[in-house]
């Protein structure tokens, strides 16, 4: 299995949960430290000998475009997705295929997420084990959980708010909260790209994919420092907390 690996950032969202913030920028460009949430990630994504990036585009697509142009992409190979509405992070991975079909594994990344995780750890549990997706998941309070068997393999998703739930086995399960990173090889991306709809959830089509055969995994991240920078008081916390961390540094 090949090792080469290209990024796809998910920075569509219209950022509604972050009030007047969201009006102003796009989430990949809020401040973090010294840069961006998409400066941060590009970074880390380089750092992990990724070359080649996918970025979804939609509110305030423009203003990614002409910070990328600002700073010469980092120096790596950006490509645009634009979606005239909100596609779901399946339908997103569905539209943007034809821009990474050469791709043997795809790492999947939302833009709004910090996490001190070492990525490197995913990839090394994603080819050693010869899975089709990996997920990286956290022990942790979260609305929706997916649910993993004893060998940590993906059965099912539950929704605690709405009690929407879907499961393709009855054994025992446990409940992980999903960390918004994904390994994924060539045969899932396939898949995908030929999923009957355009809208759609990426779990949900994970799930049909399993009839299938395929080696869907989570990979605990434990106690990683990982945040859901959605919203103001989130993004406020994340902040405050890195700039007392460089205080007493």
């Known amino acids: 299995m090949s090792k080469e690996i290209v990024g796809m950032i998910l920075a569509a969202g219209k950022g509604s949960r972050l009030k007047d913030l969201g009006l102003e920028k796009p989430k990949a460009l809020l401040k973090l430290r010294d840069g961006t949430f998409l400066e941060y990630i590009l970074k880390k994504f380089k750092k992990l000998g990724i070359k080649k990036v996918i970025i979804n585009l939609?509110?305030?697509?423009?203003?990614?475009?002409?910070?990328?142009?600002?700073?010469?992409?980092?120096?790596?190979?950006?490509?645009?997705?634009?979606?005239?509405?909100?596609?779901?992070?399946?339908?997103?991975?569905?539209?943007?295929?034809?821009?990474?079909?050469?791709?043997?594994?795809?790492?999947?990344?939302?833009?709004?997420?910090?996490?001190?995780?070492?990525?490197?750890?995913?990839?090394?549990?994603?080819?050693?084990?010869?899975?089709?997706?990996?997920?990286?998941?956290?022990?942790?309070?979260?609305?929706?959980?997916?649910?993993?068997?004893?060998?940590?393999?993906?059965?099912?998703?539950?929704?605690?708010?709405?009690?929407?739930?879907?499961?393709?086995?009855?054994?025992?399960?446990?409940?992980?909260?999903?960390?918004?990173?994904?390994?994924i090889s060539q045969r899932i991306l396939e898949f995908i790209s030929k999923y009957p709809d355009e809208n759609f959830s990426i779990i949900k089509a994970y799930l049909g994919a399993l009839k299938g055969g395929v080696k869907i995994s989570g990979y605990d991240i434990k106690s990683s420092y990982w945040v859901d920078v959605g919203t103001q008081e989130k993004l406020k916390k994340l902040r405050d907390e890195l700039s007392e961390r460089k205080r007493l540094s």
């Open 58 to 183: 939609h509110h305030l697509g423009n203003k990614i475009e002409e910070y990328l142009k600002e700073n010469n992409n980092f120096d790596m190979e950006i490509l645009f997705s634009k979606e005239e509405i909100l596609l779901g992070t399946g339908g997103a991975l569905k539209k943007a295929y034809p821009l990474f079909s050469e791709a043997k594994t795809l790492l999947l990344h939302n833009c709004d997420i910090y996490t001190e995780f070492d990525i490197e750890n995913l990839k090394k549990e994603h080819f050693s084990n010869a899975n089709d997706v990996t997920l990286a998941v956290q022990k942790r309070d979260s609305r929706r959980y997916l649910a993993f068997n004893s060998r940590m393999n993906l059965i099912g998703w539950k929704d605690n708010l709405s009690n929407h739930e879907q499961f393709i086995s009855d054994v025992s399960y446990s409940l992980y909260g999903f960390s918004c990173m994904h390994l």
